[in-house]
């Protein structure tokens, strides 16, 4: 396997760096805010704080390793492999906004609907990837597991508070 993998070794580092870069950069214009949650009434199997940074992690780590093999096997379907890129880009940036309007501007319903977009966006990425590597796009059913979760923590959020 590290045979298949050695080739690639830059293209996979590049690419699990560029999600948990802008995780870290969302974290650093966030961080003087985070302490919100505890603040806040938060529903039924909401999780403790300790541990979102380190599903984010591994949720990107997993964005990265999808993306590296979208951007491998292109050439099985460059269409989708650029739409699936094209829409996992723009998801990182609504990613990063969200973390911004829940912590800093504390708007919770536009956040929520943030969410959704989010999971409308991730969705699009999927169904592209599986048409160039089923293996990126089940490695994104984690994620999407996640951000539908944090969509029920978030609308739990708006009607507690």
Sequence with gaps: ???RIKPYLKIYII??????????????????????????????L????????????LLYALMGVSSALVYI???????????G???????????????IIFFNVRAFTLAFVWLLLLLYL?????????KVSPL????????????AFAGYLNAGIVLLN
């Design 1 to 3: 396997m590290w045979e």
């Design 15 to 44: 690419a699990i760096a560029i999600p948990i870069g802008v995780g870290l950069l969302s974290a650093l214009f966030t961080k003087d805010n985070m302490g919100i949650y505890s603040e806040i009434e938060t529903p039924p």
């Design 46 to 57: 909401s999780p403790p704080s300790w541990l979102f940074p380190i599903a984010w992690t």
């Design 73 to 83: 096997n292109r050439g099985i379907n460059p269409e989708a492999a650029r739409a």
């Design 85 to 99: 890129l094209t829409h996992y880009a723009i998801s990182l940036v609504v990613n990063f906004a969200w973390s």
């Design 122 to 130: 991730i969705i699009r990425t999927v169904l592209s990837y599986r």
């Design 136 to 147: 990126a796009a089940y490695l994104q059913i984690p994620y999407i597991i996640w951000v």
